[in-house]
């Protein structure tokens, strides 16, 4: 089988049942056969009709969609392949009701979940932190809405951004939703996308004055000491735009700010692999950080929601 594939027509070829769904799944947690008994480290198996594993030695039922996000599906799962080609094929991204749409699936709920389960896989477990000169500041997204009920009343949320400087401009970027702009939460969220001993350049503001003393080289650039008054921080700007014109443009600004880290790691993903010529990597990449990331419900998607 092909690690993965190239073309529309490879992808037809290659996940035209759910079998063969379940057998790229196996490729890709345990390759060249190296299957591991969670239980009791055998390296041998039975592949059972309903696509579990038996191991041979403890003779206990394995799953391969076990404490995935493949875990309880209840659609074929050659529909969530489809689905995840789709999204990966579309470089500005997908709305629960475009992919309702393309896949012919009753139930917006159920591309939503779908979706927001696939945004939780673009985040790669124990992903690397920005490094080098790295650029941060805060933007505000959303718009103003009457009757928003809590923190933000007027329908603004607060995004830390941090971006990799590199000769050719942009590197990696980190996203974070952050509550306030204070000194403690600031540093905390620097913390956890900035790896230490880097070079962080922000403007003036005070919730930033005591990143050296956590590690850091720090470098303030004050908007009155810019030319002509320009931005201190212009590659979080380009960030912060490009942002907010694709949450306005693939999800015409409807999304709900209780799910915006979602949203923020799937334009992160995007962003960062913006450079790849092959949509069949992207695919690959999807479905190995799928298999590494905890489920979660449609229910817990829903108490999200409504929280």
Known sequence: ???????????????????????????????????VCPHCQHRECWK???????????RKDISVTARTIFQDLRSPLRLMFQAMWYVVCQKQGVSALG???????GSYETTW????????????????????????????????QSGKRGRGAEGRELVLVAVE???????????KHITDASAPTLEKAVLDMVESGSTVRTDGWSGYSKLKTKGYQHIV??????ILGE??????????????RWLLGTHQGGLQFSHLHYYLDEFTFRFNRRK????GMLFLRLVQQALQVEPITRDALRVIANS
């Open 276 to 279: 790849s010529t092959s949509r």
């Open 113 to 144: 979940s779908w979706l927001h389960k696939l945004r939780t896989a673009m985040v790669r477990p124990g992903r690397d932190k920005l490094s080098g000169t790295v650029e941060v500041d805060e933007t505000l997204v959303g718009g103003s």
């Open 165 to 175: 400087q590199t000769e050719k401009g942009m590197g990696r970027i980190r996203l």
């Open 221 to 226: 650039v004050p908007h009155q000491e810019t």
């Open 48 to 58: 059972l009709k309903d696509y579990s594993l038996k191991c041979k030695k403890c």
């Open 1 to 35: 089988m092909k690690l993965y594939p190239l073309s529309v027509i490879d992808f037809e070829e290659m996940f035209p049942t759910d079998k063969a769904c379940y057998e790229y799944l196996y490729l890709i947690k345990w390759p060249d056969g190296g299957f």
């Open 231 to 244: 931005d201190p921080t212009p590659l979080v700007h380009r960030i912060a735009s490009l942002l907010k």
């Open 99 to 105: 992919l309702q749409s393309i896949l012919g699936i």
